[in-house]
């Protein structure tokens, strides 16, 4: 009886528990993302705002350190000694509730440091490269997501880009991430006998740069890592990247997203974005109850395809064979994507060109009607004046005697009054020779005989 009302008050207690962190009405989780990484990098940026994202979307109470190992610049023992020195005397009287770390070094860092550190605090890993990492870490603590990268599907993805394709030129460091890059496309260069992988040796990059410059245009190159040359020299993803373009001749591939920058066509690529957000997902689930031990660490992320269609176009590489299902950046908007994307400007354009062919056929609606009254009257006027218009023909009755002409009334009247009524003509009169020599005889026959 007593065991049953134990587990009865246990099971109240985890209830309440749950429903406190629901609700919000717990205290904040006490909550430290360790970067491998330095504050600025894009991959590590990416990560820790899909975590912050998550929590704040999910509305989960938690109170967020942030710490950067800076490992990309500074990588040694004795440093990694002093980071433990430093985390011991910062964190001394905090107690964590989860640990997240981004990239391989964190997790290195709390694998060898961590139990001396934060105790037995639950660690969720992400952005981690070392295949055998599920085999060395205490899964009691440890959970987590692999950053599984897809160098054999990029090279497919290069295949198809290129048929009939030879030989990859495959560059990288020998930094923890380029070591990692390494062994991982190692494993699967027996699935593509027919090409022939060179990996670029450990030099300056001066010297990298004047082997890459020998390389013909038919060899793409396959980045996987660049962060440091042999002299120690740093770079970052832009600054690698827009130097590789000036001296390679061939198209470059990659398997990071963050190197899908100015003079990189593509390739099968991750995202941090996911990684965090996975990330975050566990870290709430521990903070309900769950143990790292019962949360699978997840190895497999589903990577996309991408192609920057402006590169490829560059480097003369023919689009049509690029993926249907391949997201492609950078290309050149068709007629739809530009309504799509301006579609408030088009309406408003499309309605001014309709408000203008509406005015434009009022105004030539009114002139056609115009026009129509103009001919109307000009019709009308014609038509007057054809009745106005006094002709003669036909038979006229004509006095053989007098030469009287009977109009149709039947009236006789003069020759000229008849012809004055129905013609325009207007008469003066004269005497013909005849008539005066017969009327005035003195007169015009003395002149005759003059």
Known sequence: MKIRIIILILISLLSISQTAWSNGDAEPAKILILNSYHHGFPWTDAIVHAIQMYFSKEEIPADICVEYMDTKRYLSSIYLQQLN??????????????????????????????????????????????????????????????????????????QK????????????DYTTTGRARYNSISKIIPQFKEISFKFSPDLPVKDLFAEIQRLDEETPLLLLAYFKDRNGRIFFYNDFTGRLKTHARGPVYTVALNYLKEGVIGGVLNSPEKQGTEAAIMVARILNGEIPERIPVIEKVHNSAVVDYREAVKKRVDVSLIPDDAEVINRPPDFFDFIIRNKTYVI???????????????????????????????????????????????????CASCKKIRD????????????EQHSDAEFTHSLCPDCAKKLYPDIFNGEEKK
């Open 85 to 158: 020195d430093i985390y011991r005397i910062k964190y001394a009287s905090t107690g964590f509730d989860c640990i997240i770390s981004s990239d391989d070094d964190a997790l290195n860092f709390l694998i060898k440091y961590g139990r001396s550190l934060f105790g037995k605090t639950p660690v969720v890993f992400t952005g981690i490269n070392s295949l055998n990492i599920t085999e060395i870490i205490d899964r009691k603590i440890f959970t987590g997501v692999m950053e599984e990268e897809s160098p054999a599907e990029t090279i497919k993805l290069m």
């Open 161 to 172: 880009l290129h048929p009939g394709l030879k030989s990859i030129y495959a560059i990288c």
């Open 348 to 398: 408003y354009l499309t309605l001014i060109f309709l408000s203008i062919t509406v005015l434009i056929l009022a105004v030539s609606i009114i002139s056609v009607m115009r026009i129509n009254r103009l001919r109307k009257k000009i019709v009308s006027d014609l038509a007057n004046a054809l009745l106005d218009v006094k002709t003669l023909s036909g038979l006229l009755p004509i």
């Open 408 to 419: 149709d009334r039947g009236y006789w009247s003069q020759i000229e009054q008849y012809l």
